[in-house]
């Protein structure tokens, strides 16, 4: 009999399967460790005299992850016959595993303080790729000699085995901080505490501090608050749920192996009249985030702001090092009671294997998708340095990267819906499914080919008061109203008939918000703790979605006195209701089996919890390992 062990994920990425590996290989146990759709079973010799030992070894340092949902374990006929093993294809970007963080506080330790502290299953490693096969010659670290304790690490058992970046004090980097005509420079755990010190000091008396990480760079910084795209970051963990309400997975999920970045609501009032209501939060990753946050909390701050740039910037205090890094937009999170999904973001999701494979070159965004033996690999193009292929398809409006006889391009909306129909294995299949972002899209996939039912329709503020008038009988006594009690909502008009704003920056300027964004108008209906909201006009013919009769109903209601908190909320309530209404009758008359969602609007709380409701007898798929966003355009393209 073996052993039998199921780690309950829903992700397809080797990370938990392979420092499992990493685990058992440290203790010579012959076993077969397998990943599933939903699962990684692990089955071991059930013989072995360190068997005990080794489960309560996995117990204690298998990192969290917020795609695990539990565990089981039961006997099965058979026994494994040797020891597992695992390959290193692509560099991660995720935080440090527990075991990392242990041993960069640990002062015995020769990675004390440490901030490049990662192991062969944690780490922001991406930052120092340079291009394919992934190996130190191929990484920023090539000229860096490993010493002979590392080495030895990398070439033997242990969580370190086949690390391509491994370092420490001995054989590591040295950063400096840069202060006017000042520099500080650490290369062992003394002047590496001092400088994070002085750091934490710098930000706690006012001063801004970019820092150089091996998650790119970070601009941080102590406000009244945030500047647009920043993110709060929580340094004490004991103080989270002080500060926002969260429900057990979203602070799991906060502390996970993935760090993401979650859109919560605030609990304490402080914070809520700083900052809002709700805020993006994060809890550091890696080592300098880490170290930094550490000294932070020593200072008594249990929070600071920080922005995520793609290069340098100016700052009081500059913490850098002298590697070249890449950098990855981060990964967002949406959770809604027992849903969860990304939102955005390349971290966690990319690089990536999909098992699935075609003659088609995917381009999107940057990002590429390259078939080879075992299928296909999705990174950003720069990390390639040749490919072959039959087709290309590119995301149209985007310069071509590659020549070809064969090149086509393709629709977001269309390769977003795919890549959906791919992850879920509905090759074959009648699906039906909405794509939103920037404007509402619903699509058809007939199991060979996908159709457009009602595409999107671009929105231009050219004309826009002309058009109010005309819209339908009786219109112009709006344009009326609009000059004689609101005044400057007829200049804001005006001025917006001659800019080039997309639909949900016009609704924001409309409504009056500070933040001119679909982001903006989402957390202002998150203010909302009412029940049912007002029906804004979403369709006015042929189901087709029509801006100015959007525009001119939210006006409309502002006439009436209604205010932007109710609005947005209504908003959302509405579009939920447009969705889920022309996603039904688009499914009876196609015989389709299944929903699709994509695109990132459907992150927004107040949106999807409608949806979700409204769909229930056919709950919808979404991506399940990618972005419902615009990452997720190059894998559907590889399909199309």
């Given at each position: 009999m073996a052993f039998t062990l199921e780690v309950m994920t829903s992700f397809s990425q080797p990370t938990i399967k392979n420092y499992l590996i990493s685990t058992i290989r440290s203790f010579n146990i012959k076993a077969v460790v397998h990943q599933q759709k939903s699962k990684i079973i692990c089955a071991f010799d059930s013989q072995d005299e360190t068997l005990q030992l080794c489960l309560e070894t996995i117990a204690s340092t298998l990192p969290a992850s917020c795609f695990m949902s539990g565990s089981q374990h039961y006997d099965i006929e058979g026994e494994p016959e040797a020891i597992p093993d695992f390959e290193v294809e692509y560099p991660l970007g995720l935080g440090l595993c527990p075991s990392c963080q242990k041993e960069m506080f640990d002062p015995s330790s020769k990675r004390y303080y440490y901030p490049f502290t990662q192991c062969t299953h944690c780490g922001g490693q991406y930052a120092?790729?340079?291009?394919?096969?992934?190996?130190?010659?191929?990484?920023?670290?090539s000229y860096?000699?490993?010493?002979?304790?590392?080495?030895?690490?990398?070439?033997?058992?242990?969580?370190?085995?086949?690390?391509?970046?491994?370092?420490?004090?001995?054989?590591?980097?040295?950063?400096?901080?840069?202060?006017?005509?000042?520099?500080?420079?650490?290369?062992?755990?003394?002047?590496?505490?001092?400088?994070?010190?002085?750091?934490?000091?710098?930000?706690?008396?006012?001063?801004?501090?970019?820092?150089?990480?091996?998650?790119?760079?970070?601009?941080?910084?102590?406000?009244?608050?945030?500047?647009?795209?920043?993110?709060?970051?929580?340094?004490?963990?004991?103080?989270?749920?002080?500060?926002?309400?969260?429900?057990?997975?979203?602070?799991?999920?906060?502390?996970?192996?993935?760090?993401?970045?979650?859109?919560?609501?605030?609990?304490?009032?402080?914070?809520?009249?700083?900052?809002?209501?709700?805020?993006?939060?994060?809890?550091?990753?890696?080592?300098?985030?880490?170290?930094?946050?550490?000294?932070?909390?020593?200072?008594?701050?249990?929070?600071?702001?920080?922005?995520?740039?793609?290069?340098?910037?100016?700052?009081?205090?500059?913490?850098?090092?002298?590697?070249?890094?890449?950098?990855?937009?981060?990964?967002?999170?949406?959770?809604?009671?027992?849903?969860?999904?990304?939102?955005s973001g390349e971290r966690v999701s990319f690089p990536s294997r999909f098992p699935v494979g075609t003659d088609t070159l995917s381009i999107a965004h940057g990002l590429v998708g390259i078939k080879d033996e075992k299928g296909m690999l999705f990174d950003q193009m720069g990390r390639f340095t040749s490919a072959s292929t039959v087709k290309v398809n590119q995301l149209e409006n985007e310069t071509p990267a590659v020549e070809s006889n064969n090149f086509h391009t393709m629709a977001e909306d269309e390769a977003s819906f795919m890549s959906v129909i791919a992850e879920h294995g509905k090759f074959g299949s009648k699906v039906v499914g909405a794509y939103f972002q920037e404007e509402p899209s619903f699509l058809y996939y007939d199991g060979k080919k996908v159709i457009r039912v009602v595409p999107p329709h671009t929105f231009s503020a050219a004309g826009l008061i002309d058009k109010m008038s005309t819209l339908r009988e009786g219109s112009n006594r709006l344009m009326d109203n609009i000059k004689n009690k609101l005044p400057q909502m007829y200049e804001l008009l005006l001025e917006l008939e001659q800019s080039d704003a997309t639909l949900f920056e016009a609704t924001a300027m409309i409504l009056g918000l500070e933040d001119k964004s679909y982001e903006g108008v989402m957390r202002e209906a998150l203010k909302f703790i009412g029940k049912g909201g007002l029906q804004i006009d979403t369709k006015v013919h042929d189901n087709r979605f029509n801006h100015v009769a959007f525009l001119s109903s939210i006006i409309s209601y502002q006439i009436a006195g209604v205010d932007s908190v109710y609005l947005s909320y209504s908003i959302f309530e509405s579009f939920g209701d447009y969705f889920s209404e022309l996603l039904n009758e688009i499914k009876g008359k196609t015989k389709a089996t299944d929903i699709v969602l994509c695109g990132s609007y459907f992150g927004g709380q107040s949106l999807f919890s409608r949806l979700q409701r409204n769909l229930k007898a056919t709950p919808p798929l979404l991506n399940v390992n990618y972005p419902i966003g615009k990452e997720n355009c190059v894998v559907g393209g590889v399909y199309l």
């Open positions: 120092f790729f340079e291009h394919y096969p992934y190996e130190r010659s191929n990484t920023a670290l860096v000699q490993p010493c002979p304790t590392c080495e030895h690490e990398s070439q033997n058992v242990g969580r370190r085995e086949k690390q391509v970046l491994n370092s420490c004090h001995e054989c590591g980097i040295p950063v400096k901080l840069l202060h006017k005509d000042k520099e500080r420079y650490a290369n062992d755990a003394g002047s590496f505490r001092t400088m994070f010190e002085v750091a934490a000091k710098a930000l706690r008396d006012g001063k801004t501090l970019l820092m150089k990480t091996t998650m790119g760079y970070r601009r941080f910084y102590r406000a009244e608050k945030l500047e647009h795209g920043s993110v709060l970051m929580l340094v004490n963990a004991a103080k989270i749920t002080d500060y926002c309400s969260l429900i057990n997975d979203e602070f799991n999920a906060l502390l996970s192996i993935e760090r993401p970045i979650l859109h919560v609501a605030l609990k304490d009032e402080s914070l809520r009249s700083t900052f809002g209501t709700s805020i993006d939060v994060k809890y550091p990753d890696e080592g300098f985030s880490i170290l930094l946050g550490k000294e932070l909390t020593l200072l008594g701050l249990d929070y600071i702001a920080y922005e995520a740039l793609e290069s340098p910037c100016e700052a009081d205090f500059v913490m850098e090092f002298d590697l070249n890094i890449q950098h990855q937009s981060d990964m967002r999170l949406f959770i809604n009671k027992d849903i969860k999904f990304i939102t």
